[in-house]
């Protein structure tokens, strides 16, 4: 009986001690020194990084079932490979050859113009786009005086209309289309001129490789195993209020899983962290979070189409010079012509892009619905009788995607942008480091910007975990959160509609002066 006693008294006190182990201890998976959150193209740069410098002592925490996020998401359409994540990508040919793409260049002279009355109006659309051209190139000097005299931003729909250029017609508003909301995935009146203008810097060209991009992170994917890579591990929380940083994945209490870390690298695309998916403990200061809302996420999706037989010409692209006029956006504007010499001749196989609203209504809809959609819009451009079976049809959505929300970070909607907004997107906050697209100034928006910003994170966490220090923000507010504006003053020399901004203790506020 003495020994059932000692076995008794041994479990109420192991009982005892586990209910008053710290309930952020209770449920630890797995420890490391550096988590990395996402395994997309930051993630996995970060990854190579690190174990080029033979760091193995990390973990990445990926949500979905697979890695390399949209880079690496393919698709089996028509018995061809299709990238539907990266079917586009910008950049210098030589370096984005050197990481791994196989490109082909648009033609972008290469068009046919279609309304919906059947017509071909490509004659008409070269016209109008000589004239459209013209005001854009004129519109190069009002951003190169805004960049070389710091003058404030405006928007490409103001800057154009400054130049000449203001759409009157279906044919105007599809041309314009194709410069500019193709261009960032976001209505021109959302544009900014600096970035578009920095932005069309950038020559652009076509994936075609049946690999996808793939090719991007192999030297990666072969050094990874169970222990450093956790696929399905939905981030929820970060918590860095005590001496280590805890991360939280699961959707519910009882799927919750934690893993602590020193140092962690966030690369979660810019729209999950806008959308509020993750919960920071302590919340993130207000400098870091005005920028996570102040950049946009644009979106350029295709919708993979396969017919009986093809029934439109050889032409590179097909514009579609919508009627409708109850809608703010373009209505199924473009299709690209995959079935061409250089593509995939033989393949039957058009596909429908779609950008910013457009995008968003169209993943509202179910396949079934689309499908008639673009049935009705084909036979408006083509004739009833011309337009051959739609026989299979593919759809991403990636706007509405809970782990992309977008498909690239762009520029924020023009304002007076504070000078340093990209540093301030960059900073690291304590121990939580960040690696989002738009924190690369020449690159944002594209691959090449994604494997950027992680470099720069990647180094600065380094730093810091070779230094053993306390890793303070590498940023120091000392722009204010509202332009300063100088003060106008009347004769009788008494100020005027000014606004100052003072520092108290750290935190910035507006004051109206007074004399």
């Known amino acids: 009986m003495a020994g059932h006693s000692h076995i008794k008294m041994w479990i109420i006190s192991t009982l005892l001690l586990m209910s008053f182990v710290h309930p952020s201890l209770a449920n630890v998976k797995k420890e490391a020194k550096y988590l990395i959150l996402g395994a997309g193209a930051g993630g996995l740069h970060a990854a190579r990084l690190l174990l080029a410098q033979n760091i193995t ?28 994540g990266d079917m586009f990508v910008y950049g210098n040919i030589d370096y984005l050859q ?18 919906d009355q059947g017509e071909d109006i490509t004659s008409e659309a070269n016209t109008q786009d000589g004239i459209l051209y013209a005001a854009k190139e004129a519109t190069n000097d009002l951003a190169e005086g805004a960049v070389k005299h710091k003058r404030p931003d405006i928007d490409q729909k103001t800057a154009m209309a400054m130049k000449g250029w203001l759409a009157k017609s279906p044919l105007d508003e599809i041309v314009q289309w194709y410069y500019f909301d193709f261009d960032q995935g976001i209505q021109m009146k959302r544009e900014s001129l600096v970035g578009t203008y920095r932005q069309s810097l950038q020559p652009d060209y076509y994936l075609i490789t049946d690999y996808g991009a793939s090719g ?41 899983e934690e893993y602590v870390a020193d140092y962690v690298l966030v690369t979660f695309s810019l729209g999950v962290l806008q959308q509020g998916e993750v919960t920071f403990i302590p919340p993130l200061p207000e400098w870091k979070t005005e920028q996570l809302c102040r950049y946009q996420r644009g979106t350029i999706e295709g919708v993979l189409l396969r017919f009986a037989s093809k029934f439109w010409s050889d032409a590179e692209w097909i514009l579609h ?11 199924y504007p473009a299709f690209l012509n995959v079935d061409r010499e250089g593509m995939h001749p033989g393949s039957n196989i ?10 968003i209504r169209v993943e509202g809809l179910s396949d079934e619905e689309i499908m008639e959609e673009v049935l009705n819009v084909l036979r408006n451009m083509y004739g009833e009788e011309n337009v051959s079976e739609l026989q299979e049809m593919y759809f991403e959505r990636w706007a509405t995607n809970p782990f992309s929300y977008g498909t690239f ?34 690159n944002i ?16 966490m380094l730093y810091c975990g070779k230094t053993g220090g306390d890793c303070p923000e590498d940023y120091e507010s000392t722009w204010s959160y509202w332009s300063e504006m100088e003060c106008d003053e009347r004769d009788d020399r008494e100020l005027h509609g000014c606004v100052m901004i003072k520092k108290n203790e750290g935190k910035t506020r507006k004051v109206n002066t007074v004399n």
């Open 445 to 460: 928006g594209l691959t090449v910007g994604t494997i950027e910003a992680s470099s720069m994170a990647v180094s600065k």
């Open 321 to 331: 010079a919508s009627d409708r006029q109850d809608v703010d956006y373009h209505h």
């Open 216 to 256: 991007l992170f192999s030297d990666v994917e072969q050094q990874l195993d169970e222990e450093h890579l956790h696929l399905g591990e939905v981030v929820v929380k970060i918590d860095q209020s005590g001496d280590k940083v805890i991360v939280t994945t699961g959707n519910t209490p009882s799927e919750e």
């Open 350 to 359: 058009l596909v429908a892009i779609l950008t910013g609203e457009e995008a």
């Open 98 to 115: 050197m990481l791994g793409f196989g490109l082909q260049k648009y033609d972008f002279a290469f068009w046919e113009v279609r309304n």
């Open 57 to 84: 002592d990390f973990i990445i925490l990926e949500g979905t079932n697979q890695i390399g996020g949209r880079s690496e998401r393919s698709v089996d359409f028509g018995g061809i490979t299709f990238n539907p």
């Open 409 to 442: 970070d762009t520029w924020p909607v023009p304002a007076n942008i504070p000078p340093d907004a990209h540093e301030r997107l960059a900073a690291n906050v304590g121990h939580v480091f960040f690696a989002q697209q738009a924190s690369s100034y020449e």
